[in-house]
């Protein structure tokens, strides 16, 4: 028997003792060490939106162990690795549990570097802002082209990404609308800090030229003003929805300014992009600045903390739940 969060149905979601009889097929099974509370975590445990296809469901969309059986070539019993995406916490079960049973091409090694709670103190925000900071290369922008905007700075893909972006020689202009915590954004990097009510009402579609790109967490009309914004030939990294799912913008600074705007998906990225993401991580992270953004938690405490989370009450930055405990 093993200790795991499972939503019965839309908004009833319960600490239960599950036997292992019960996990689902897969090739590798999985210690849980660690596991993260996410804004989709959220969603899944509180059914705000219904986003599971099949109950009962265990939610978490990402953990970090140790192998404990493997009928797949490429895993062995004691090998540490880490799983981010391919729908487990909504149609396949998922990391808010001690252990889980997954497909073996799922999972990507732990970085030598980093522990098991290095890793989730990353997790899914910090692979995914990674994501967006090499969708941001490949179109070209350069730390000398100009500041870099972060919205949904406090958010765990806000705080990773404005960390590595700094790291990595960007200038860095972070949005939130926690303006108490602009120290706090200061010390992962941030040049500066702007309010997201200068954003996240309607405007114009066309603004004066202020950034170079931008990485957006927050969607709607936060995404419609980012993209008024930014410069002639600059682009735009899209990862988030935490305003709202709509976008009311028109083609004009497409067309105009030569604007790239780049949904960036971390759910079924192609295994190659998760490796390069995940070894960058682990070598231009610094390890202090990551401590700073964590709160760790039991997994008792993950089901309230969801309702905190999509209620903006939640502690800044990365929320790790620690499931041994």
């Known amino acids: 028997m093993f200790k795991a969060i499972q939503v019965l149905s839309e908004g009833n979601a319960k600490l239960a003792l599950v036997d292992e009889s019960e996990l689902p097929e897969g090739d590798v099974t999985v210690a849980i060490e660690y596991s993260t509370i996410n804004y989709k975590d959220g969603l899944l445990i509180t059914g705000r939106i219904p986003l599971i296809r099949k109950f009962p469901m265990v939610p978490g969309i990402d953990f970090a162990g140790v192998v404990i059986e493997s009928h797949h070539p490429e895993w062995r019993v004691g090998d540490k690795v880490l799983l981010n995406g391919y729908g487990v916490g909504e149609e396949h ?5 001690q252990k889980a049973r997954v497909k073996g091409e799922w999972l990507v090694p732990l970085p030598g570097n980093l522990t098991t709670r290095q890793a ?17 290369e490949r179109h070209g922008i350069k730390p000398g082209d100009g500041d870099v905007l972060v919205t949904g700075a406090n958010g765990g893909v806000g705080s990773i990404a404005i960390a590595l972006l700094a790291r990595l020689g960007y200038r860095v202009v972070a949005s939130t609308g926690r303006p108490k915590e602009a120290t706090y954004l200061k010390s992962l990097g941030a040049a500066e800090v702007i309010s997201r009510e200068s954003l996240s009402s309607p405007g114009a579609p066309m603004a004066a030229e202020r950034w170079a790109g ?3 967490t927050a969607g709607s009309h ?10 002639y030939g600059g682009a735009i990294a899209a990862t988030g929805l935490a305003q709202g799912m709509d976008l009311n913008t028109t083609v004009l600074p497409f067309v105009l300014r030569n604007l790239a705007l780049y949904g960036v998906d971390s759910v079924k990225a192609p295994m190659s992009l998760r490796r390069e993401a995940w070894t960058r991580l682990a070598n231009d992270l610094e390890i202090s600045k990551l401590e700073s953004m964590v709160t760790v938690i039991s997994l008792d405490e ?3 903390m ?13 929320i790790v739940v ?3 405990d």
């Open 93 to 97: 079960w998922g990391g808010l549990a």
């Open 120 to 136: 989730m103190a990353i997790g899914t925000a910090g692979y995914a802002a990674m994501l967006c900071i090499m969708t941001l």
């Open 214 to 216: 931008a990485i957006d």
């Open 222 to 231: 936060t995404l419609a003003n980012v993209c008024a914004s930014v410069r």
């Open 302 to 304: 993950a089901i309230p």
């Open 306 to 318: 969801a309702t905190q989370l999509l209620d903006g009450k939640a502690p800044r930055g990365r």
């Open 322 to 324: 620690s499931v041994q």
